[in-house]
């Protein structure tokens, strides 16, 4: 069982920044796929960014490449997503998420397997 707790969520104008952060509390935080997915209110969840195990791989969403950075700290065991540039359409509670399994990336809600509480972004024009 891993656990996630999320942090960093908030009020910013368009155009601000926000770095959210996911901690696990696993050791063996390095062999697990991490992501970050959003949900926005009357939508379903949507991918947002995905890394490795050892982080040299990333993916993002198209509506985010360029603007958001996921990164991690095996040492930390924390999972972070810097968020620049924001809009008002980045508006969502933002749900850090872990997979067990390694290998190929996952962008899918049913790959991955444990799932944190979730912490609110909302952006202001």
């Known amino acids: 069982q891993v656990q996630l707790v999320e942090s960093g969520g908030g009020l910013v104008q368009a155009g601000g920044s926000l770095r959210l952060s996911c901690a696990a509390s696993?050791?063996?935080?390095?062999?697990?796929?991490m992501g970050w997915f959003r949900q926005a209110p009357g939508k379903e969840r949507e991918f947002v960014a995905t890394?490795?195990?050892?982080?040299?791989?990333?993916y993002y969403a198209d509506s985010v490449k360029g603007r958001f950075t996921i990164s991690r700290d095996n040492v930390k065991n924390t999972v972070y997503l810097q968020m620049n540039s924001l809009k008002p359409e980045d508006t969502a509670v933002y749900y850090c998420?872990?997979?067990?399994?390694?290998?190929?990336?996952?962008?899918?809600?049913?790959?991955?397997?444990?799932w944190g509480q979730g912490t609110q972004v909302t952006v202001s024009s």
């Open positions: 696993r050791r063996d935080f390095s062999m697990y796929t």
């Open positions: 890394i490795s195990g050892g982080g040299g791989r990333t």
């Open positions: 998420a872990g997979r067990s399994a390694i290998g190929t990336p996952a962008f899918m809600v049913t790959d991955y397997d444990y």
